[in-house]
């Protein structure tokens, strides 16, 4: 049997390949057509958007180790391409791949205002704060053009409801204008996501994220504009990025950031292979020792998925992790992350969209 050839990386994508998803039932199998010589880099697949009218929008969940129960996305798919995205699997249901196609063949919920502002108006409905950016990010950068989130935005201002926003884009700056005044009354806190302080690990790890100078600018505007901003490191890798933990902590507190969180690496579903391959693609020779040093703290598995330990892990390597960021958090003056309580006491439906408008 031929040896199987060396992976290579994409420049600007973070997946090395697009792997069929668990619910594939079609088959796809590359064939070499003569045309790429040896060593030349594998084409860049292009982005693409496709407009989904969504049918619901607000997603809820039981976790007891999430602080929040309700949550919102904007589209399918990132186009940030973090190669280590455990929402990559997700786009499986669609029978696309958790590689490439996660991170090029998007989907934008463009009716998701109006879906959401009837949802928010059943009468039925009990407030609690929204969680934004919990599987694809808000700010991923056909944002720009589509300024879904913007209106998701403007539609919980307009109706005084709490949410939370996490994101790895700079672009959360165009939106002060709209978070500012919601801060005031205790509506809005957001986060920051930093990896890295080394931009070519960086630009390895989330190629189309925004620099990590860039989303410590955003945190320092952000936090200057009153609104209470944090900063999340993960996820953690270990033998990669590990030992920047107390460095990006230290920045993101100088920059501003009053809550601090991490979350250890996690390999749900195809991600463990998409995970090996970008090791094998960028750091061949360090490859077994990370995955060694995941299962270390997953008991010796992949992936541990029960509530309490996906986040953290367990086991000595896990333990120490977990202490390094108690005593640099404490060290740093950064608050529980849990103490920030947002006001649910002000909420008060939306009017629902009507053709005819409003009387009064």
Excluded at 46 to 71: G, I, K, M, W
Excluded at 193 to 203: E, F
Aim: with cysteine; charged share 25%; hydrophobic share 40%.
């Amino acid at each position: 049997m031929a040896d199987k050839p060396p992976v290579q990386a994409i420049k600007g994508r973070g997946a090395a390949g697009n792997g069929e998803g668990r619910f594939a039932v079609t088959r796809v199998q590359a064939e070499d057509d003569g045309w790429f010589r040896d060593g030349e880099p594998p084409p860049n697949p292009a982005t693409t958007v496709t407009e989904e009218r969504a049918r619901s929008l607000l997603r809820r969940n039981d976790s007891p180790d999430l602080p929040f129960d309700r949550s919102v996305n904007a589209y399918r798919g990132c186009e940030h391409g973090c190669f280590y995205c455990f929402a990559r699997p997700s786009h499986s249901y669609l029978e696309l791949s958790p590689g490439l196609d996660f991170e090029t063949k998007l989907f934008a919920k463009s009716n998701a205002v109006e879906v959401l502002r009837a949802e928010l108006a059943k009468p039925s409905y009990r407030c609690a704060p929204v969680a934004m950016g919990t599987n694809t990010d808000p700010y991923q950068p056909i944002e720009r053009r589509w300024r879904i989130t913007r209106g998701i935005i403007g539609l919980l201002g307009e109706c005084r409801h709490p949410f939370t926003i996490l994101t790895k884009n700079a672009l959360v700056e165009r939106d002060i204008d709209l978070l500012a005044p919601l801060a005031r009354e205790g509506l809005v806190s957001v986060a920051l996501s930093v990896t890295t302080l080394d931009n070519r690990l960086s630009a390895r790890m989330e190629p189309r994220a925004s620099a990590p100078h860039a989303r410590l600018r955003a945190i320092r505007r952000l936090a200057e504009a009153g609104i209470p901003t944090g900063v999340v490191f993960a996820p953690v890798l270990p033998a990669i990025n590990d030992h920047e933990m107390e460095a990006v902590l230290a920045a993101a507190r100088e920059a501003g950031a009053i809550r601090a969180g991490y979350v250890l690496l996690r390999l749900p579903h195809e991600l463990k292979d998409l995970v090996r391959e970008w090791l094998q693609a960028h750091y061949p020779e360090r490859a077994a020792h990370v995955l060694s040093l995941v299962r270390q703290a997953r008991e010796g598995k992949d992936y541990d998925a029960r509530f309490g330990l996906r986040q953290r892990g367990s086991g000595a390597w896990a333990e120490l992790l977990a202490s390094r960021f108690r005593l640099a958090t404490h060290k740093l003056g950064y608050r529980e992350w849990r103490a920030l309580r947002l006001d649910a006491t002000k909420f008060r439906p939306p009017a629902e969209a009507s053709p005819q408008g409003r009387l009064f």
